[in-house]
Structure formats: structure tokens, C-alpha cells
């Protein structure tokens, strides 16, 4: 199973954002380039990702787009959600059949599914990029 591609990129976007200094934003062909994502889904993205207050943007000369508040205090679950709708889901249990080794499938399933959400509410974009910057570039304050 994997993310969905919207969520990849916006995680990519918004992990460009954190690695910079608060005051400098970034305009979409900018992270597009950097992130290797197709310019008008970034431009959807971005929209989406604005609308949920994760990114702020600024128009005009200097202008593009900065994150909403402090790269710690935004999970890998918000990015997703805000463009994806919800967290992952590996099954719904409320219409799965009943047959020997049923419930142990649910069961198996439900849990991996709580484990990896549990995953993406408790790392922060701060965390993704941490180990390619280092702690000296990220904590910055809005």
C-alpha cells in the first residue's frame, strides 16, 4: 500500500518550506523544481494545503508561499488529511464478510492501520527534515 501522490507531494512541499528561514517564502515553480512535482498539481496542492491554514502565501514582488505556523507543530496526518481527506485506511471492518479467520484479518489489519496513523500524528514536518538538515535549521518561530 502506498500514500497517495498527492500526499507525497504535498509532504514534499511542505518539507521544502520547513528547511527554510520563516521569513523567506517560496513560490510554487520554485518548489515544483526543487520537489519534482508537476507545477499545476502543486498548484492544487498548495491550494488545498492553504485552505486547511497549513501555508501561508503572499502575492507580488517577494511574495509565494510559507508555512501556516511552526514546522514542529504540523504533523505528517494534518498534511495528509488536508489533502487526501483522511488517514490511511486498510480495510473497512463494518462490511467485510464473516468466514473462519474473518475477525483475525480485521484484527491484524485494524491495528497496522492504528500503528501507521499513530505514526503520521506523531511526526512533525520538523522530524522529516531533521535528518537532512540538522537541528541548526529547523525550529525556527513564525
Same mark, same amino acid.
Given at each position: 500500500?502506498?500514500?497517495?501522490?498527492?500526499?507525497?507531494?504535498?509532504?514534499?512541499?511542505?518539507?521544502?518550506?520547513? @528547511?527554510?528561514?520563516?521569513?523567506?517564502?517560496?513560490?510554487?515553480?520554485?518548489? @515544483?523544481?526543487?520537489?519534482?512535482?508537476?507545477?499545476?498539481?502543486? *498548484?492544487?496542492?498548495?491550494?488545498?494545503?492553504?485552505?486547511?491554514?497549513?501555508?501561508?502565501?503572499k502575492?507580488?514582488?517577494?511574495?509565494?508561499?510559507?508555512?501556516?505556523?511552526? +514546522?514542529?507543530?504540523?504533523?505528517? @496526518?494534518?498534511?495528509?488529511?488536508?489533502?487526501?481527506? *483522511?488517514?490511511?485506511?486498510?480495510?473497512? $471492518?463494518?462490511?467485510?464478510?464473516?468466514?473462519?479467520? @474473518?475477525?483475525?484479518?480485521?484484527?491484524?489489519? +485494524?491495528?497496522?492501520?492504528? $500503528?501507521?496513523?499513530?505514526?503520521?500524528?506523531e511526526?512533525?514536518?520538523?522530524?522529516?527534515?531533521r535528518?537532512?538538515?540538522?537541528? $541548526?535549521?529547523?525550529?525556527?518561530?513564525?
Amino acid at each position: 500500500m502506498q500514500i497517495s501522490k498527492k500526499a507525497d507531494y504535498a509532504l514534499r512541499a511542505m518539507a521544502i518550506l520547513a @528547511a527554510l528561514p520563516p521569513e523567506r517564502s517560496v513560490q510554487a515553480q520554485e518548489m @515544483a523544481e526543487s520537489g519534482k512535482i508537476p507545477i499545476k498539481f502543486l *498548484e492544487q496542492i498548495l491550494l488545498a494545503l492553504k485552505r486547511a491554514e497549513l501555508l501561508r502565501s503572499k502575492r507580488g514582488v517577494g511574495g509565494g508561499y510559507r508555512l501556516g505556523r511552526e +514546522s514542529r507543530l504540523i504533523s505528517v @496526518a494534518e498534511v495528509i488529511v488536508a489533502v487526501d481527506g *483522511e488517514l490511511l485506511r486498510f480495510l473497512d $471492518a463494518k462490511d467485510y464478510p464473516e468466514f473462519p479467520g @474473518a475477525s483475525g484479518i480485521v484484527q491484524c489489519l +485494524s491495528a497496522a492501520e492504528e $500503528a501507521t496513523n499513530r505514526q503520521l500524528r506523531e511526526t512533525s514536518i520538523e522530524d522529516l527534515i531533521r535528518q537532512d538538515v540538522g537541528d $541548526a535549521m529547523v525550529g525556527y518561530g513564525i
